[in-house]
């Protein structure tokens, strides 16, 4: 049912946002209008909605900051629209996390297309993830220790030297796909598939941030890169 998404529409222009949020509406989606990426965080962090359509010129904090934070946090979709139709923005806005990119101006419909697609992508992706977790629970190994790396897989859970690292469901896939099996250099297409999914249709530079923000999170991670190629979790361990 529709009506279980509440979809946030941040963009300053009053026009704009009314428009979307009636289009949603027709569709029985539940939304809630910002006018600044401040308002939209304050929102986030406390009652966040199923989904993010959000203008990147915004007042103040703009929509790729609003974007990072969000992303660096929780996986859930996020559209992207404006007037920028420069290739470098749209690359920058996938790259920080944003799930598709609409150009100004746009056609409600299409928008509104769009946005039953990620969302029928989210809810395949979670289910994929719940029925993973729950063979993982039936199976003999629930566990990958590679060095000072473990994942407990039951729990969706990373250590890392002792210490439990908050990381976000992608954050986490990609970690296991590569510790699964060590020293095995990935491309980048390969990866976009077993964390994204085969419909994701995003730039392949979404592998960059996401390592890029692993990094962040977990010093001294032994992911590197492969040079014309991918990533590679190294290890003294061999695949087995």
Known sequence: MNNNY?????????????LIEAYLHKEN?????????????????????????????LPGMDGYELCRRIRNEGEVPIIM??????????????ELGSDDYLVKPF??????????????????????????ALNETASASSRIDIGELRLLLEERRA????EEVDLTSKEFAMLKVLAEHPNRAFTRDELLTFVW?????????????????MRKKIEELPVESVWGHGYRMRTDRSET
């Open 6 to 18: 509440l979809i946030a529409v941040v963009d300053d222009d009053e026009n704009i946002r009314t």
């Open 29 to 57: 989606y539940r939304t809630v209008g910002l006018a600044s990426a401040e308002d939209a965080w304050t929102l986030y962090r406390t009652s966040p909605p199923s989904m993010w359509v959000m203008d990147i010129m």
């Open 81 to 94: 629209i404006s007037a920028k139709d420069n290739e470098v923005d749209k690359i920058l806005g996938l």
């Open 107 to 132: 056609s409600p419909r299409e928008l509104v297309a769009r946005i039953k697609r990620q969302l029928e992508r989210w809810v395949r992706i979670t289910n994929a993830e719940e029925r993973a």
């Open 159 to 162: 250590i890392w030297h002792g």
């Open 197 to 213: 999914g085969d419909d994701y249709f995003g730039s392949d530079r979404a592998v960059d941030h996401l390592i890029k923000r």
